[in-house]
Nanobody, 126 residues
Framework: QVQLVESGGGLVQPGDSLRLSCALS????????VGWFRQVPGKEREFVAA????????WYGDQVKGRLTISRDNTKNTVDLQMNNLKAEDTAAYYC???????????????????WGQGTQVTVSS
């Protein structure tokens, strides 16, 4: 059974940095894609970033490009999201998701992912 567990969320001030981590277990992920999404109450889940385990290809949402970096550790089966220069509008619940067979054009589509973690809250406030 595939499981994803997020960690690293918290309350920070504008301009601070935060590192989220997603731990995956349950199968081999070498050919899979892991994405990070975020959601605020009343809005749809928004794509943040994604990475393909095999080769490390990355994608970023336009609203976070240049401030966030996604990375993976193939030996530990973890995917991290380093977030710098955080803004109030980054406040959301952050979720990681995994897909075993996703085409490039669907990377930003949350419905293309098969498994999800429970989420971790990030709050940016002064």
């Amino acid at each position: 059974q595939v499981q994803l567990v997020e960690s690293g969320g918290g309350l920070v001030q504008p301009g601070d940095s935060l590192r989220l981590s997603c731990a995956l277990s349950g199968r081999t992920f070498s050919r899979h894609t892991v994405g990070w999404f975020r959601q605020v109450p009343g809005k749809e889940r928004e794509f943040v970033a994604a990475i393909r385990f095999n080769g490390g290809i990355t994608w970023y949402g336009d609203q976070v490009k240049g401030r966030l970096t996604i990375s993976r550790d193939n030996t530990k089966n973890t995917v991290d999201l380093q977030m710098n220069n955080l803004k109030a509008e980054d406040t959301a619940a952050y979720y990681c998701a995994e897909s075993g067979g996703i085409i490039t054009s669907e990377v930003r589509n949350p419905r293309a992912y098969d498994y999800w973690g429970q989420g971790t809250q990030v709050t940016v406030s002064s």
